[in-house]
């Protein structure tokens, strides 16, 4: 018990729980890759209702990201990485044994549920228990663990072909290890901190400076504190930062990207995707070693140039060239679009949107930054194949390619500079590493006082 306690809060198990919520969305989100058709073929479903099957993992995931910020901060990080744990483990189960579409959309809803609180709770633990001078690298686990999760989903959908039972159950078993991983990791420090102000602010009401630090504490779990006139240029920046993640094409990318190797000529295009994924975890270490040393305003601003190249010179590849021509000049430009994607806006996106925003704000903000790039996900995934029907790819990607050069210009007027150091924000949460079992210890000390003096049986002291 004592060796539990004393790993509860080490940087290893904070990575590690970071890492597991990864690996449990990208493999959700990417193993409809190889389950689409078999169950479309079974259920003899349409074009509409496979597009809700696609969406309704990104809906629960949408909603998951949203309420599971705001539940963190009233309960703590710990119940919500119990909570994905639990849904990730029955959601991908009951996908698996489910009889009927309407089953199947139903439990993978819930599995996008625990999928989205991840994509809240495990890059806000790693911002919050883990030194600043190493946030950066360890915040990348979470955005690499992403990209290995996808790249297993493509590897069993090509090994396991046709057998989507199997593949739905197999996501069940990053959500198990994160269940063992919930067991003995430590609470925030932070949210124990806060807790521990407000009850010493309740107990001592004739206290002013007290009571004014109790009202500004509640005041800071207001969702309206986000329409704050200091809130305004951090939230604006986050919303940016979620457009240039979605909304310049990585999933439109990933979509066609059978189709370009069709177009080279390649005769065996799934092997070629799965080879596009193992270079998508491999630039996720391009920002893995360079976050920290090169920063990460540089990183942003220099892959957003580049994403949006790629989609100009893309866009203008279905206009002129043919064939193979088109193909191979795609394939090319396909591979250093993902790997700028991933080495700036896909990895830095998860820790930054903690980093930008103040501290009596960030339980508000970052989910609902995080629910805005899950919205574009979904609205881009259930309507992108309609839109290109209509206006055609080449359309498609000369729109993509705008939306970059706007985000690219607001970005290097907006983004501040100091990003990613202490100086960013004079609320920075981090806590050395040295002080967080002093932190638990004291906390743990005052409850220990509190059962000691009250009359009540200690059972019935509420922690």
Known sequence: MKYLNNISNKSWLIVTQSCLGGLVFGYATGIIVGTLDPIASKFNTSTV????????????????SFAGGFAANKFGRKPLLLFTA????CGAIGSGLGENVATICILRFIHGLGVGSSSSVCPLMVAEMVPI????????????????GILIANILAYVIKG???????????????LFFVWLVIAESPVFLAKKSTTTTSTNQENNENQIETQQQNNQSTKFTIIFSKKMRKPMLVGVLLATLAQLTGINAFMYFSNTIFKDAGINNPEIASVALQVWNVLTTLIAIFLVDKLGRRVLLFTGSIVMTTCDLLIALFFVVLTGSAKGWSSIVFLFIFVGAFEASIGTLFWFVINEILP?????IGAPVINACQWTFNTILS???????EYLGQSTMFWIFGGIGVFCTIFLYFNLPKSLGTSKNTTDDISIPQDQLEQTIE??????NNAINSSKLPPAQIQA
């Open 442 to 447: 004291e906390l743990e000390n005052e409850k």
């Open 163 to 177: 057998n989507w039972r199997l593949m739905f159950c197999l996501g069940s078993i990053p959500g198990g290890l």
């Open 86 to 89: 639990l849904t990730c483990i």
């Open 382 to 388: 259930f309507f992108f194949l309609v839109v290109v």
């Open 359 to 363: 501290e009596d704000s960030k339980s």
């Open 49 to 64: 209702i496979k597009g809700v099957i696609v969406c309704s993992i990104l809906v629960g995931a949408l909603i998951g």
């Open 133 to 148: 001078k190493r946030r950066g690298i360890f915040g990348s686990f979470f955005q690499i663990s992403i990209t290995v």
